[in-house]
């Protein structure tokens, strides 16, 4: 051969060596998610589901609808950790420009990365979560024969009736919203612009929905905190709380011991039993924290308190600053690119240190609105039961934290939490460049959080305030109302 051939068979041999080993690094990393996703879910299923059932055909089904499930929460946790990964990466490539170890760390890898967890996140919101609910519902047509593959034919004739009303409700708020006859022409594309517009509108869902949850979520977090830390002697009497909880276990032990067995009182047994034992595992829980070391004690709850302010008063400020920047550089717009430029500068202008607390900022954020998420009533029922959660309830929860999570990079983006503009895909949201939608959101985020940190420290002033003065002992008036006065 000429060493000109040898030159194009060299390069074709290292492009073809390099896809293998980038498809190699996705396998390992989405194999790895799938089985932590497994254990957390299972963690949570309830076992009269999947490991009781008698009939072959519903365990056969409840196996498949798990593992859609964890397939999907599996891509929930790809896209939370998509932008941390990406940052992280940036800035190793600077630190180590020429180290041959992690010459597999590159643009295409991270690229690759950001495309398949967009495809991945499509499939499972468009087709394998309502999959899933509708397989776990079905029970064939009437006069088929009963099993899987009636229950399969069911599922698809279901939901290629949902996809046609889906298809026409965004093509009429196609026609509706945009008037131009190319955009709504451009929709009979099924996989170039009508996909990447379904998501743009789930995506805008998503950020509208991070941007309720995450003031919420920001404030709460002092509460969650401070329920799984042990306060200070002075702020927590826990020998008071033990000495109650064990009045109140006795009494309920006396009562189980002493009711007659009937079968009229069975059912008053069994919520008496459910009582003990939640009373029983609260003493246990009191006791263990009553036990903890001083240094825990004294210095563990004040620091998690500061580090918890400081990143949210940092997440605030940040977002003020954003702002202000929006009215003055264009560059702070969010926007998509198609190639990243690793290993050339930081997204942040401290440096590696920025870069982590972008990291930490995202990572905050993220945690923050599924605290909200849950905190809010309308999300409440959805909260999973440790090893008491249905098949239904799981997957509700795996399609929220898709869509929570899926919405996170161009949350952090639009906010300005990192400078790291969004890849592939992610970029080609119609709303982002609009200059009104982002900077509202921006102005919106600040304000409710703001917002709801002043209720939350207020409230908390106001409450420690009324017990120091007393008046929490005072009777509270009572008012009669005219049905009342009525029926006297």
């Given amino acids: 051969m000429e060493p000109a051939e040898l030159d194009v068979l060299g390069l074709r041999e290292q492009l073809f060596h390099e896809r293998v080993r980038e498809c190699l690094i996705c396998t390992l990393l989405f194999a790895s998610l799938y089985i932590l996703c497994h254990l957390i879910i299972t963690r949570f299923k309830k076992h009269a589901d999947f490991t ?7 365990a056969a089904v409840d196996r498949i609808a798990l593992s859609m499930c964890t397939f999907t929460l599996a891509v929930s946790l790809g896209a939370v950790l ?22 597999w760390l590159n643009g ?6 950001w495309n398949l967890v967009f495809l991945f996140s499509n499939l499972s919101l468009v087709f394998l979560m309502p999959f899933a609910y509708f397989f776990t519902e079905a029970e064939g047509f009437a006069g088929s024969r009963k ?20 298809l026409g409700m965004v093509w009429v708020a196609s026609a509706i919203v945009d008037e131009d006859a190319g955009s709504r022409e451009s929709l009979y594309d099924l996989w170039e612009y009508y996909l990447p517009y379904l998501y743009s509108c789930i995506s805008l869902f998503g950020v509208l929905l991070l941007l309720l949850c995450t003031p919420v979520g920001l404030s709460r977090m002092f509460t969650v905190t401070g329920k799984l830390l042990v306060k200070p002697r002075l702020l927590e009497d826990l020998d008071e709380q033990l000495n109650c909880t064990r009045f109140e276990e006795a009494a309920l032990s006396r009562k189980i011991s002493a009711s007659p067995t009937s079968c009229w009182l069975s059912l008053s047994a069994a919520l008496l039993r459910e009582q003990f034992l939640a009373i029983q595992s609260r003493r246990l829980a009191l006791e263990l924290r009553r036990g903890a070391s ?5 210095l563990g709850y004040p620091l998690a308190m500061l580090c918890l302010l ?10 003020c600053f954003h702002t202000l920047e929006l009215l003055l550089d264009d560059a702070a717009m969010p926007r998509g690119i198609q190639d990243a430029p690793l290993g050339q500068a930081s997204f942040s202008i401290f440096g590696s240190f920025g870069a982590a607390l972008q990291v930490v900022l995202i990572f905050y954020l993220m945690v923050s609105s599924v605290v909200g998420f849950y905190s809010s009533p309308m999300f409440t029922r959805l909260l999973p039961a440790r090893q008491d959660t ?5 997957i509700g929860n795996c399609v929220s934290l898709l869509v929570l999570s899926s919405a996170l990079p161009v949350f952090s983006r639009t906010l300005g939490i990192t400078r790291f503009d969004l890849l592939g895909d992610f970029g080609r949201f119609n709303w982002l460049g609009n200059f009104y939608i982002v900077f509202l959101y921006n102005m919106l985020f600040a304000a409710l959080t703001t917002l ?32 009342a006065s009525k029926l006297r």
């Fill in 294 to 298: 001083p240094w825990q004690r004294n």
């Fill in 310 to 319: 400081a990143l949210t008063g940092i997440s605030v400020l940040v977002v």
């Fill in 147 to 166: 099993g899987i593959l009636a229950r399969v034919y069911e599922t698809f004739v279901v939901l290629l009736l949902l996809t046609l009303l889906v």
């Fill in 452 to 483: 709801c940190l002043v209720k939350k420290f207020t409230w908390a002033v106001r409450a420690e305030l009324i017990r120091a003065f007393g008046l929490h002992k005072l009777p509270l008036p009572v008012t009669r109302t005219r049905q």
């Fill in 82 to 103: 998509l932008l941390p990964f990406s940052i992280l990466t940036n800035e190793v490539l600077l630190l180590f420009p020429h180290n041959y170890y992690i010459q």
């Fill in 108 to 113: 295409s890898l991270i690229h690759g990365l």
């Fill in 390 to 394: 249905p098949i239904t309830k799981i």
């Fill in 52 to 58: 009781t059932v008698e009939d072959d055909e519903d």
